[in-house]
Nanobody, 116 residues
């Protein structure tokens, strides 16, 4: 069983920065591809960023490329999303995802509001 717990959301002013964290509980963390998604009110869940199991490869959605950075610490079983130059349209619930083989695991999400 794998459990993911996101943290770090809150209220940020436009142009600000924030880092989200995702703690992963369970075995085989180094085998998981880790991703961040978000879901804004009334919208579908959107892929933001992914990182390979060893952390050597990353990919990003065009909407966040150059502003968001995904990273992982395999020793701590943590995944991070550094978010810079935040915009009001980044307001959403942010979810951590772990993928291995045919299995996908989700956290409960952490809410981010970008507003002045």
């Amino acid at each position: 069983q794998v459990r993911l717990v996101e943290s770090g959301g809150g209220l940020v002013q436009p142009g600000g920065s924030l880092t989200l964290s995702c703690a992963v509980f369970g075995s085989s963390f180094t085998s998981y591809v880790m991703k961040w998604f978000r879901q804004a009110p009334g919208k579908e869940r959107e892929f933001l960023a992914g990182i390979s199991d060893a952390g050597g490869a990353t990919n990003y959605a065009d909407s966040v490329k150059g502003r968001f950075t995904i990273s992982r610490d395999n020793a701590k079983k943590m995944v991070y999303l550094q978010m810079d130059r935040l915009k009001p349209e980044d307001t959403a619930v942010y979810y951590c995802n772990a993928e291995i083989s045919i299995y996908n695991y989700w956290g409960q999400g952490t809410h981010l509001t970008v507003s002045s």
